[in-house]
């Protein structure tokens, strides 16, 4: 397939929630799409209920826990339909940890490997080629469960934490090149990820409505912010509060159900 003129987007995690969403605006502001998911299925059957045309999108199968699987579906990209202009390291994974559990160090295992080293793998096929182009946008998925940690979500704040540090360490790594990094920290979006949450979600946003104002916040290149900004003030009121307060302020909150390992 030849590049389009059109400007080509690389979503991860676009079977559902923010990565389709995502997708959704992207293709209505004018870009091709380059689709990434383990459910292929999903993605075709949302193609084809959308009415998208064929020459602007183009489906692959991968997961990003997996480096190789993610490499792989990035170097189709660029054979298929050209080097993107915009990358989108959006699939993550969220579950509750409980330390004193052995089966849990598996699942930090498993976080980390999707919520980080996916999102390095998947900016990697792309680096060089947008560095010797002179351009490009590498955006990484954190959440605002990066400025503090909270009980119960051991695994997902770290992992976010990592995501933020690691943006703003490759920032400063493409700066010169003039490949641009953006780093997005959603508040609470309406998605399986958070449909099961048991506690409150302030300023819950509609996957539709963060795409919206996500996609406004990439295609203007900022390097980092909070959807909704409402989240954005509460997590920087959260990261001033002294440690007794802010965990006086946290005990007996429920905390995000468990993930169990299949056998």
Request: charged letters at 15%.
């Amino acid at each position: 397939m030849a590049a389009s003129a059109r400007p080509l987007v690389f979503i991860t995690g676009a079977s559902s929630g923010i990565g389709q969403a995502l997708a959704a605006r992207f293709y209505a502001e004018g870009h091709d799409l380059a689709l990434v998911a383990r459910n292929t299925q999903a993605m075709h059957d949302w193609a084809a209920v959308r009415g998208l045309e064929p020459a602007r999108y183009a489906i692959y199968g991968a997961d990003v826990s997996k480096a190789d699987s993610i490499v792989e579906a990035g170097t189709q990209c660029i054979v298929r339909q050209g080097l993107p202009q915009i990358v989108v390291a959006n699939a993550g994974v969220s579950w509750g940890v409980d330390t004193a559990e052995r089966e849990d160090l598996d699942v930090m295992a498993q976080l980390l490997a999707t919520n980080n080293l996916g999102m390095a793998a998947t900016f990697h096929p792309f680096l060089r080629a947008m560095q010797a182009r002179g351009s490009g946008t590498l955006v990484g998925l954190a959440s605002v469960a990066a400025i503090r940690g909270l009980p119960g979500h051991g695994a997902y704040c770290a992992s976010k934490a990592g995501v933020v540090a690691y943006c703003e360490s490759l920032r400063g790594e493409m700066r010169a090149s003039g490949v641009r990094v953006v780093t997005l920290l959603p508040g609470y979006v309406a998605t399986p990820l958070t449909q099961g949450n048991r506690y409150p979600m302030p300023f819950l946003l509609s996957a539709e409505d963060f795409a919206r104002r996500a996609c406004r916040t990439i295609l203007r290149q900022s390097s980092y912010a909070v959807i909704p900004w409402q989240m954005g003030i509460v997590a920087k009121l959260l990261r001033v509060l002294p440690n007794a307060l802010f965990d006086r302020l946290l005990q007996g909150r429920q905390t995000k159900h468990r993930h169990r390992l299949e056998p």
